[in-house]
């Protein structure tokens, strides 16, 4: 998310309801606040990941922290397990577990590739939330991520695609591919469902369902990017252009390793 995509920006510049501090894109679908639809994107997630007090969650990309209490205090998760990159808003989000009291939670600083460190079926559900799209290599992370959980474990992500073919040589392609990268999606991401169905296939995982978001994310993120700063509001209004005109759309996707 431009400007803030790894800072703590905006745990101070958008509304937040302490200590769920969010950077997501929220699911506005019945709210109207920051605050509630960026938690309601991460209670819709745990949702479909069926957490529960029995489950061992690795959650990929935390950002500012506020999805750990969502699985723990909305669905009673305790062993939990997260990975974000070192940097100013993992030192956040450690001190606001520290001070919610929150110490279950083992916190690893690093990138995705970390998982790699893990024992073979080690986790029962594996998140990313609003985040796989900045990372590199999807295909070695997707097998990782098959490696990493149990038998009929569950690994839930939300992702932007691109449904629309776009002419390399189009002023709108040119436009879409500075977005992308001023977004910090690598290239390669910028790829269609039917790719990311092939990626998830190669991986051995299995698909469950894949919901639409895009009318529920990027209208009311625009909405409310309108009481923001100028780059914020021009970096929303954009994304809804592109929505609008079917070149690129937000997917929830469920995804399971058979037994």
């Not at 605050?35 to 745990?46: C, D, F, H």
């Not at 080690?122 to 990313?128: E, L, V």
């Not at 609003?130 to 490696?147: L, M, Q």
Request: with cysteine; glycine share 6%.
């Amino acid at each position: 998310m431009i400007p803030y995509p790894f800072t703590t920006a905006p745990a101070k510049d958008f509304p937040q309801d302490p200590p769920f501090y969010f950077s997501n894109f929220g699911f506005w679908k019945n709210h109207t606040s920051y605050p509630e639809a960026s938690r309601a994107m991460a209670e819709e997630v745990g949702k479909k990941a069926g957490l529960d007090k029995n489950s061992i969650l690795l959650e990929i990309g935390s950002g500012l922290g506020g999805s750990l209490f969502v699985w723990n205090r909305n669905f009673g998760t305790e062993h939990i397990t997260s990975i974000n990159l070192p940097g100013e808003q993992s030192d956040f989000a450690k001190q606001n577990l520290q001070k919610w009291n929150l110490t279950s939670v083992h916190w690893i600083d690093g990138d995705w590739k970390s998982i790699k460190e893990f024992e073979s079926e080690s986790f029962t559900q594996i998140i990313c939330l609003d985040c796989i799209y900045h990372f590199a290599n999807k295909d070695d992370f997707f097998a990782e991520v098959f490696r990493c959980l149990k038998p009929g474990g569950k690994f839930i992500f939300t992702d932007i695609v691109f449904p629309k073919e776009i002419s390399k040589f189009s002023i709108q392609y040119k436009f879409l591919e500075f977005l992308v990268k001023m977004a910090l999606i690598p290239k390669e991401n910028h790829s269609s469902l039917d790719r990311t169905v092939i990626q998830i296939l190669k991986s051995k995982l299995k698909f469950k369902e894949f919901e639409e978001w895009g009318e529920f994310v990027f209208p009311g993120f625009s909405v409310f990017a309108k009481s923001q700063s100028t780059g914020l509001q021009m970096f929303a209004s954009t994304l809804l252009h592109f929505y609008k005109a079917g070149m690129l759309n937000y997917y929830l996707f469920s995804v399971e390793k058979p037994n």
